[in-house]
């Protein structure tokens, strides 16, 4: 049974909107257009709507047949990224410096789908909540909206998300159960030397060959320190320093992230990189300030939800196209928040092109809106479905 005829005869429409949210795109916390656009449809979908968990959250409720009280909630994010498009497309961002370089657009317009489906069919018994959630790019847009009371004020028995796959071919659906996706740190560290003329190093406690020797010294940690069977990543990804061809800086600032799929292994992390920055600052007699910040934590699909979004997706696409055991994940997905809450599972769609996500020249391909919401519309019909109180 392949995608539901009801959400394919409106398609063009998902398309439509899809579009118009890729050529208006809005980072985290700034989802006001974006927000706004998910709220009156889901209005006039006779759905009801909460607005302003997390900031620009958006909530929207709908009850089915019967007198089910079982809860599931359907996550979106709805982000775009601080960066530049490079297509020519001609729904290409409108806005410099904004893309929806990752999909969420697509994400969006696929839970769209799935409530109109829902609020005109009503084939269901129970409460589905869809959560459209803001500021998913590293910036705690899940943590905030649970912070503002998202499953006191909404309750959810169960939660699925799910992202677009260019990695996969159109047609593919991936779930892994179990560690699926990476926790993620964000780190800061401030060395603070003394500069001088770039002729008189010997006056200088050299803050750029600190930081040379200090980036060095990081990169023994996961090769050095963390067990080899555990899968680890210390990246630096930025480094300032200085101003002039003769001035030696006394400042260097490095930044960059850690991503591991357990807690004891980042826990590991940390304690090794604030050691390493106090040894190499009691070495060169400098002050090193380091900032470690939790951003992701790990992305765990439980058995039950995996093997639900498995059964259903065999509905969906050619059940030879599902995918169970895919490989982790390095990258990360603040939804790991919301199922370390509620128990669920979050999935990947495959679609044509091979430009990955975080590419100034990604393109989603369309296509894949239809499986989408027929996924995240079938999970519901299948989890509660009518008659199962009666």
Same mark, same amino acid.
């Given at each position: 049974?392949?995608?539901?005829?009801?959400?394919?005869?409106?398609?063009?429409?998902?398309?439509?909107?899809?579009?118009?949210?890729?050529?208006?795109?809005?980072?985290?916390?700034?989802?006001?257009?974006?927000?706004?656009?998910?709220?009156?449809?889901?209005?006039?979908?006779?759905?009801?709507?909460?607005?302003?968990?997390?900031?620009?959250?958006?909530?929207?409720?709908?009850?089915?047949?019967?007198?089910?009280?079982?809860?599931?909630?359907?996550?979106?994010?709805?982000?775009?990224?601080?960066?530049?498009?490079?297509?020519?497309?001609?729904?290409?961002?409108?806005?410099?410096?904004?893309?929806?370089?990752?999909?969420?657009?697509?994400?969006?317009?696929?839970?769209?789908? +799935?409530?109109?489906?829902?609020?005109?069919?009503?084939?269901?018994?129970?409460?589905?909540?869809?959560?459209?959630?803001?500021?998913?790019?590293?910036?705690?847009?899940?943590?905030?909206?649970?912070?503002?009371?998202?499953?006191?004020?909404?309750?959810?028995?169960? @939660?699925?998300?799910?992202?677009?796959?260019?990695?996969?071919?159109?047609?593919? =659906?991936?779930?892994?159960?179990?560690?699926?996706?990476?926790?993620?740190?964000?780190?800061?560290?401030?060395?603070?030397?003394?500069?001088?003329?770039?002729?008189?190093?010997?006056?200088?406690?050299?803050? @750029?060959?600190?930081?040379?020797?200090?980036?060095?010294?990081?990169?023994?940690?996961?090769?050095?320190?963390?067990?080899?069977?555990?899968?680890?990543?210390?990246? =630096?990804?930025?480094?300032?320093?200085?101003?002039?061809?003769?001035?030696?800086?006394?400042?260097?600032?490095?930044?960059?992230?850690?991503?591991?799929?357990?807690?004891?292994?980042?826990?590991? =992390?940390?304690?090794?990189?604030?050691?390493?920055?106090?040894?190499?600052?009691?070495?060169?007699?400098?002050?090193?300030?380091?900032?470690?910040?939790?951003?992701?934590?790990?992305? @765990?699909?439980?058995?039950?939800?995996?093997?639900?979004?498995?059964?259903?997706?065999?509905?969906?696409?050619?059940?030879?196209?599902?995918?169970?055991?895919?490989?982790?994940?390095?990258? +990360?997905?603040?939804?790991?928040?919301?199922?370390?809450?509620?128990?669920?599972?979050?999935?990947?769609?495959?679609?044509?092109?091979? @430009?990955?996500?975080?590419?100034?020249?990604?393109?989603?391909?369309?296509?894949?809106?239809?499986?989408?919401?027929?996924?995240?519309?079938?999970?519901?019909?299948?989890?509660?479905?009518?008659?199962?109180?009666?």
């Amino acid at each position: 049974m392949p995608t539901i005829d009801r959400i394919d005869a409106f398609a063009d429409e998902l398309t439509a909107i899809r579009r118009d949210l890729h050529a208006h795109p809005e980072i985290g916390f700034e989802e006001v257009r974006t927000s706004g656009i998910v709220a009156d449809k889901l209005k006039s979908w006779g759905i009801e709507v909460h607005r302003g968990l997390g900031g620009t959250g958006v909530i929207g409720v709908l009850k089915g047949k019967g007198s089910g009280t079982k809860r599931i909630g359907l996550r979106a994010d709805m982000d775009a990224l601080p960066m530049e498009e490079n297509t020519n497309l001609k729904w290409r961002s409108t806005i410099p410096g904004r893309f929806h370089g990752c999909g969420h657009d697509g994400h969006t317009t696929m839970l769209l789908g +799935s409530a109109r489906y829902l609020a005109e069919t009503r084939n269901f018994d129970g409460t589905v909540h869809f959560i459209f959630q803001p500021a998913e790019e590293g910036l705690g847009g899940a943590r905030a909206m649970i912070k503002d009371g998202l499953f006191e004020k909404f309750p959810c028995d169960e @939660v699925y998300g799910l992202h677009n796959a260019p990695d996969l071919n159109h047609g593919e =659906i991936a779930i892994l159960p179990g560690p699926a996706m990476a926790g993620a740190d964000f780190f800061d560290i401030k060395i603070h030397g003394y500069g001088a003329h770039g002729a008189m190093p010997e006056r200088s406690k050299d803050a @750029v060959v600190i930081a040379m020797t200090l980036g060095q010294a990081l990169q023994s940690i996961v090769s050095r320190n963390v067990d080899p069977l555990h899968p680890a990543v210390l990246s =630096i990804t930025q480094i300032h320093s200085g101003s002039a061809y003769n001035v030696i800086p006394g400042d260097a600032w490095m930044c960059g992230t850690v991503r591991a799929f357990s807690d004891d292994t980042r826990v590991l =992390i940390r304690k090794r990189m604030r050691e390493i920055c106090a040894g190499i600052a009691a070495a060169y007699d400098v002050e090193i300030s380091v900032d470690i910040r939790d951003g992701f934590s790990v992305l @765990v699909n439980q058995e039950e939800q995996s093997r639900v979004v498995e059964d259903v997706a065999r509905t969906v696409v050619d059940p030879d196209k599902v995918f169970t055991r895919s490989t982790p994940k390095m990258g +990360s997905e603040d939804f790991a928040d919301m199922m370390q809450a509620i128990p669920g599972a979050y999935f990947w769609v495959g679609h044509d092109g091979s @430009v990955p996500v975080h590419n100034p020249g990604y393109v989603l391909d369309d296509k894949i809106l239809p499986i989408g919401a027929s996924m995240f519309a079938r999970i519901i019909e299948k989890r509660m479905p009518v008659g199962a109180h009666a």
